[in-house]
C-alpha cells in the first residue's frame, strides 16, 4: 500500500463530516472579535429566522448551541422530561441505538422496540403501544429521521399521524442530524415538537455547532419538568438570543460560516436541494445495482438520498475495502457501525457535491472492491450512474 503522502485532495465520501465549500471556509476565516460588542447581533440575529426556514417552521423556536448532535438529544431530554419519565423509542441502527443509550444515562424508562436494521420508524407499532398507554405515561416518541448506519430513511409525518390516531399527547422528538438540509423536513405541518441536527452534515460546515428547534409545547414543558440542566437551558437561550447574543462564548467563525451556508442554500433553492440529492443518491444506487450488489436498506421505500450502504459478498470484509480505498485511492468510505461492521461500506452523498464527484467516489469504491478480490465489472457502477444523471440532468444547457 502507498503510505506516502498522495497528490491532489482527498475525496471525502463519508456521510459527515462533508466537503466545505471554498466560499464557507473563506467566510470563517475571521479575526478574533467581541461577541458582547453593539454589532454581534447583526450578525445573530438573522441565523435563527434562516434556520426556522430550513426545518420548515414558524411556531418553533430556533436554537445554536456550540455542541454537537449529541448535545441535542441530551438538550431535548433535559429541557422537556423529566427523570424517571417514560419515552418509546424503535432500534433500528447504530444512531438509533445511541440516543436510546443517551436516554437511558440520563434517567429516562425507555420503552425500546427492536426493528430490524436495514428498516425504519413502523409508525402502525408506534400507534398500538400508544393505544395501549391508556394512563398515558409515555411522554415522547423518539423517532431517527435518517438513520446514518444503515442507509435508511424514515416517514415522519406517519409517525406523528400514528400519535395522533392513538388520540396521545406524547412529544414527537426527531434526530435529523444527517436528514436536515438535505431531506424535506416539515417541522411544523410534521407536527415536530423537537428537531435536532449538527453544522457538519447538509449545513456542509465543520462539527461544532448544534442546530435544533423547538415547539411552544416543548417549550411548555419545561417550565414543569424536574430534568437538570445548566449548558443546554432553553430559556438562558432564548432570553440572551432575542438581543443577538448568546449565554456564553460561541464559535464567532462557525457562526460566519453558518451564515454563508444558509446563503449557500436559499440561492440554490431549498426545494432545488431536495432534488439534487434525490439524484445523486439514484445514481448511486444505480450503481449498487450494476455491480450486482445489494443495499443494506431492505426495500426501497427506505432507501436514504444522502447515504447508501453497501453490503459487500459474504467472505469478503468490508473493512479491507475501505482502508483500500484510502491508502490507495485517497478515498474516504464510510464503515460499518455495531450490527453491520466490517459487512457494509458506506458513500455518503450530501452536502456540497456534484455529479462529477460522486462518479469519482464510485470509481474508487469500485476499484477497492476489484483490489479485494470482489467479482464486478470494472466500469459497471459508473456506467449506470453516468445514465441516471445523463437521462435526467440538473443543470440544463
Known amino acids: 500500500m502507498q503510505n506516502s503522502r498522495v497528490p491532489g485532495r482527498n475525496f471525502l465520501f463519508v456521510p459527515g463530516p462533508t466537503n466545505l465549500p471554498d466560499r464557507i471556509v473563506r ?9 458582547r460588542s453593539p454589532t454581534f447581533p447583526d450578525l445573530v440575529k438573522p441565523l435563527f429566522p434562516g434556520l426556522k426556514k430550513v426545518f420548515g417552521t414558524e ?12 448535545g441535542g ?38 420503552i425500546k422496540q427492536e426493528r430490524p436494521w436495514g428498516t425504519g420508524n413502523d409508525p402502525e407499532l ?7 398507554d391508556k394512563n398515558h405515561e409515555i411522554k415522547a416518541v423518539f423517532a431517527t429521521h435518517n438513520e446514518t448506519a444503515t442507509g435508511v430513511s424514515s416517514d415522519i409525518a406517519a409517525v ?7 388520540k396521545h399527547p406524547a412529544l414527537l422528538f426527531v434526530d435529523g442530524v444527517s ?13 415536530v415538537d423537537v428537531i435536532v441536527s449538527g453544522s457538519q452534515k447538509g449545513f456542509m460546515l465543520p462539527a461544532g455547532l448544534l442546530l435544533m428547534a423547538a415547539s411552544p409545547k416543548a417549550i411548555d414543558a419545561g417550565k414543569t419538568n424536574k430534568g437538570r440542566r445548566a449548558y443546554f437551558e432553553f430559556q438562558d437561550m432564548i432570553a440572551q438570543n432575542a438581543n443577538g447574543y448568546f449565554p456564553y462564548t460561541p464559535s464567532v467563525p462557525l457562526l460566519y460560516g453558518l451564515k ?21 443518491a439514484e445514481g448511486t444506487r444505480a450503481a449498487v445495482a450494476a455491480w450486482g450488489l445489494k443495499t443494506c436498506a431492505k426495500e ?3 432507501n436514504s438520498d444522502t447515504v447508501t450502504a453497501i453490503v459487500v459478498p459474504e467472505g469478503y470484509d468490508a473493512v479491507k475495502v475501505i482502508e483500500t480505498a484510502y491508502k490507495r485511492y485517497n478515498l474516504a468510505l464510510g464503515a460499518g457501525l455495531s450490527e453491520v461492521a466490517g459487512k457494509v461500506f458506506r458513500i455518503g452523498h450530501l452536502g456540497d457535491l456534484n455529479e462529477l464527484m460522486l462518479l469519482g467516489a464510485i470509481a474508487g469504491a469500485e476499484m477497492a472492491m476489484l483490489d479485494n478480490g470482489i467479482k464486478i465489472e470494472a466500469g459497471s457502477g459508473v456506467a449506470a450512474a453516468q445514465a441516471v444523471f445523463r437521462a435526467n440532468p440538473l443543470l440544463k444547457m
Open 27 to 35: 467566510a470563517m476565516a475571521v479575526a478574533s472579535e467581541d461577541h
Open 59 to 70: 411556531k418553533g423556536h430556533a436554537f445554536i448551541f456550540p455542541a454537537s448532535g449529541t
Open 73 to 110: 438529544w441530551e438538550a431535548a431530554i433535559t429541557n422537556t422530561l423529566s427523570p424517571g419519565d417514560k419515552v418509546l423509542a424503535q432500534r433500528f441502527g447504530q444512531f438509533s441505538h445511541l440516543w436510546i443509550d443517551l436516554a437511558n444515562r440520563l434517567g429516562l424508562e425507555v
Open 126 to 132: 408506534i400507534e398500538e403501544t400508544l393505544k395501549a
Open 160 to 166: 406523528r399521524k400514528a400519535i395522533d390516531a392513538a
Open 179 to 191: 436528514s436536515v438540509a438535505s431531506l424535506e423536513f416539515k417541522m411544523d405541518e410534521w407536527g
Open 260 to 280: 454563508e451556508s444558509l446563503s449557500i442554500l436559499f440561492e440554490e433553492g431549498l426545494d432545488q436541494v431536495y432534488k439534487r440529492h434525490h439524484h445523486l
Open 300 to 302: 426501497p421505500k427506505w
